[in-house]
């Protein structure tokens, strides 16, 4: 077969590769191809749901900058498309007196980070909280930030949009077309094998979410990744008015085991919920699909005390893959020896960054350059260059098995 040339190549049609796949079409339409090793839209890896949260509290300084593009970016998307993506709930936050050590710090932090960038929240006593948001139960002396940004992203909505979009504007997308092997050629040629025929490229960007590993062996970079099956709760409230996006706000809050959060109805005709990074390690092709009973049991406690009106006979548990790096931080780089060559990692909370990540990476594939300073999410910091490096995520694995 001969072998068919693009300027890009996108290796992942996830969350972020769609978006890098969209942002791509805009500037050079038929010159682009994506490559997906199953269905779009599959539930394999990390991107398919209803909702993700999308928000402005909560970063620090290197990523502030950018957060508002996430809004900007998708709502571009919105505009150019007419579907719906974001819904914003409002997002409420309280540091609950068994909280980990260090959960009031980052309440403090994002507080200190929105007060400098002028990002409008309020603090809210209990009594003033429980009198606007009747649905929770919480105790006296608690604080509570509300911020009006926060809201649910549609990956089911941001992902078809993206992808449709793309192919609107001349892009290729190819399913059910693993890539097998990477071979760069040159500074500027790469080529990219797939189980059905060998394509080549000026550039490639590698969004393979949980897989990324296997790619990034070929090219002898051990990432130091961490992927771990997570799982998220529907359950059929018969409250549904009370749960309805314009009454019911995101929550975010700190338990021993996790942070748990939830959003209104959305999606399905049911409320959902989660604790961050409950998640067992496992590999993308190794993981069952089995939900873990004892986090249902947990979050349905926590659930019962604080927002007993959520609950109803459970949905579903859906379980989905975050792939970590030991700092949690992003990955968006070009390859150390591959200078054509550039990686996107979400380290398990990046589909609100789908679409400005998408567009950061078809500024570098097309430009060279970013407007912004994503020194980062360099590839060469200590957590992915040192392997002795103290990771969070190493160590909270170690805690959670006694060890
Ligand atoms: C339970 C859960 C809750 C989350 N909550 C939030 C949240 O509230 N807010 C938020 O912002 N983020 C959240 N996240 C994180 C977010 O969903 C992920 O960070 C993001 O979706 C990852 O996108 P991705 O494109 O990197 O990965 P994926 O969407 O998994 O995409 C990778 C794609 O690459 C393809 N691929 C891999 N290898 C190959 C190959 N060799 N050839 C061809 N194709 C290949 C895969 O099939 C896959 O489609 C959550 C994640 C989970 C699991």
Known sequence: MKTKKYDTIVIGCGGIGSGAVYWLSKRAGKRVLGLEQFTLGHHNGGSQDYSRIIRLAGYDDSMMPIAPDTYATWQEVERESGVQIITKTGGVYWTPDDAPPG????????VEVMNEKGIPYRMLDAADFMQEFPQFKIKSHYKVMHQADTGLVDPSKGNAAHQQLAQ????????????????????????????????????????????????????EIDLGLVVTREQVTYYRTPNLRDFMPDRFPVFMVPTPIGGIYGFPVHGEVATKVAIDFTGEPTTADGRNFEPDIAIEEYQEAWLKEHIPGFLGPKLYTKTCLYT?????????????????IFLCVGAGHAFKWASVFGRIL??????????????????NRPAITDPNYDSIILNQIKARNGK
């Not at 797939?194 to 990034?216: D, H, S, Y």
Request: hydrophobic share 35%; aromatic share 6%.
């Open 103 to 110: 959960s009031s710090d980052y309440m403090d932090e994002s």
């Open 168 to 219: 609107g504007h001349g892009a290729t997308i190819l399913e059910n077309c693993k890539v097998t092997e990477i071979r760069p050629i040159s500074s500027t040629k790469t080529e990219v094998v797939t189980e059905r025929g060998t394509f080549e490229c000026e550039k490639l960007i590698v969004t393979a979410g949980a897989w990324v590993q296997q790619l990034a062996d070929q090219l």
């Open 324 to 340: 970590l790096t030991k700092d949690r931080q992003f990955i968006l780089d070009a390859l150390p020896n591959h200078p054509n």
């Open 362 to 379: 078809s500024e570098l594939a097309l430009d060279g350059t970013t407007r912004y300073d994503l020194s980062a999410l360099t590839l």
